[in-house]
């Protein structure tokens, strides 16, 4: 069945890099994203892949898809304290524009 | 400003009491779902509707009901609430030229 996965905690430094990885069972996805959801707020997307894509850069945030291994990451480049937050990754899935399936969520933790 | 609202924020109720949490959406999206998050478990899909009076179940529909009689709005009822459908729901909305999912700011419900 579909599923996604992710370790449930993360501790960095401030100023340091955040790597926040995340497995997925389905190669049919078309797009993977990745969604910051902050302490009493909804989920706000923060950037998405194509299945076709291996990188993708936005600001300080960088995602590598490898295809192969279903295995996607996100790296956070100097983390700072209001980057602390819970990160969701998410697939689309089979059932395509249905639905996105998605991870337990990581806990990322800025300490000074 | 393009968002997804909801209401109420916070509801606590009783066993068996029906009530309605509604979702707005002022894109025009025609794609709406309703999403519970529980700890260890991410976020699981409810509900979805991919426009007026079209809805189907997502992974988690039991006790639940839905309804779009118009396009920017997708009420979750619950007709008979249990404890253990305490929890925290999230209404989104999907659509544009990114195809992006846009999420509502969550409703703590707690049923006792």
């Known amino acids: 069945g579909e599923d996604v996965e992710q370790s449930l905690f993360l501790s960095v430094r401030e100023g340091d890099s955040s790597v926040i990885n995340c497995t997925y069972t389905d190669s049919s996805s078309t797009y993977l994203y990745w969604y910051k959801q902050e302490p009493g707020a909804g989920l706000q997307l923060l950037t998405y892949i194509f299945s076709n894509m291996d990188m993708k850069q936005d600001q300080r945030l960088t995602v590598l898809l490898n295809k192969k291994d279903k295995h996607l990451s996100l790296r956070i480049a100097d983390t700072q304290t209001g980057d602390s937050a819970i990160y969701f990754c998410?697939?689309?899935?089979?059932?395509?524009?249905?639905?996105?399936?998605f991870g337990a969520g990581t806990r990322l933790a800025v300490h000074p | 400003e393009a968002q997804v609202t909801q209401n109420p924020r916070y509801l606590i109720t009783v066993t068996g009491k029906k009530l309605t949490v509604t979702c707005s959406q002022n894109?025009?999206?025609?794609?709406m779902s309703w999403y519970r998050q529980d700890p260890g478990l991410g976020l699981r899909q409810i509900y979805y509707?991919?426009?007026?009076?079209?809805?189907d179940k997502g992974d988690v529909p039991e006790g639940y009901k839905v309804s779009r009689k118009e396009k920017r709005n997708f009420p979750l009822i619950l007709e008979s609430p249990s404890p253990n459908q305490t929890s925290l729901y999230f209404c989104a909305s999907r659509g544009g030229v990114t195809d992006t999912q846009y999420f509502g700011p969550g409703t703590r419900l707690t049923v006792l």
């Open positions: 894109m025009n999206h025609e794609y």
């Open positions: 509707s991919m426009n007026v009076e079209v809805t």
């Open positions: 998410a697939e689309s899935g089979s059932g395509g524009y249905n639905k996105l399936i």
